[in-house]
């Protein structure tokens, strides 16, 4: 049980257009969905958390007109990245948590996005 | 906030010798401490986890001790296999802020046959 798929695994695009990235809790219903973003050889950055129905919850330091977040129902959110430029390339893990997995947070396999 | 300092950075031991990953956390109302694997290019993956309630937990060659008082809590890897070799995060709850995890720096752990 606790399975996360994300989608897709790796994206390449041209500067200046926009990516989505899906994340969706297989079998089991997510309250909460958390996106990170990890650096080569770094840990995992929180930048959002989102709760169903709700506006997500940016940290400090990122843009959420940038790194747009929606969670419109308890087994899907997607992250778009718009207008997206060579700094943005990284690897973005999303996360989810639900009510019969208490605080365990289980995590999707991850997008690469290289943008050129 | 909560803030969770983890060592070493880097560890490499001998195939059957035992690894031991500790961290510190800073905010003494965190409950919940998860342990992460994360092979390279892949996603981290649950391995351990403890609550406050409990001291030691065990998992066959997987440990996590939890010592409160001192806010700080470790995991120990017995007979190591080429196949532990990852990077290990370890994570502490951030109370009242729906499940959000803190996590350390990670440990890159190399295991040498």
């Known amino acids: 049980g606790a399975v996360v798929s994300q989608h897709p695994s790796r994206v390449i695009c041209k500067s200046g257009t926009s990516v989505k990235i899906e994340c969706r809790s297989l079998?089991?219903?997510?309250?909460?969905m958390f996106w990170y973003r990890q650096f080569p050889k770094q840990s995992l950055m929180l930048m959002a958390t989102?709760?169903?129905?709700?506006?997500?919850?940016?940290e400090q330091g990122v843009e959420k007109d940038k790194f747009l977040i929606n969670h419109a129902s308890l087994t899907l959110s997607t992250l778009t990245v718009t207008s997206a430029h060579p700094e943005d390339s990284s690897f973005y893990i999303c996360?989810?948590?639900?009510?019969?997995?208490?605080?365990?947070?289980?995590f999707g396999p991850g997008t690469r996005l290289l943008v050129l | 906030g909560e803030n969770v300092e983890q060592h070493p950075s880097t560890l490499s031991v001998q195939e059957g010798d035992s690894a031991v990953i500790k961290c510190t956390y800073s905010?003494?109302?965190?409950?919940?401490f998860p342990w992460y694997k994360q092979e390279l290019g892949k996603r981290p993956q649950l391995i351990i986890d403890?609550?406050?309630?409990?001291g030691e937990k065990k998992d066959q060659r997987i440990a996590v001790t939890l010592n409160k008082t001192a806010k700080h809590f470790s995991l120990h890897i017995t007979e190591t296999q080429p196949e532990d070799s990852a990077v290990y995060f370890c994570?502490?709850?951030?109370?009242?802020?729906?499940?959000?995890?803190?996590f350390g720096g990670g440990t890159r752990l190399m295991v040498k046959p």
């Open positions: 989102s709760n169903e129905g709700s506006k997500a919850t940016y």
């Open positions: 996360s989810a948590s639900g009510f019969a997995l208490q605080e365990t947070q289980y």
């Open positions: 403890i609550r406050s309630n409990v």
């Open positions: 994570a502490a709850e951030v109370k009242n802020a729906g499940n959000m995890l803190t």
């Open positions: 905010d003494s109302a965190s409950n919940y």
């Open positions: 079998d089991f219903q997510a309250t909460t």
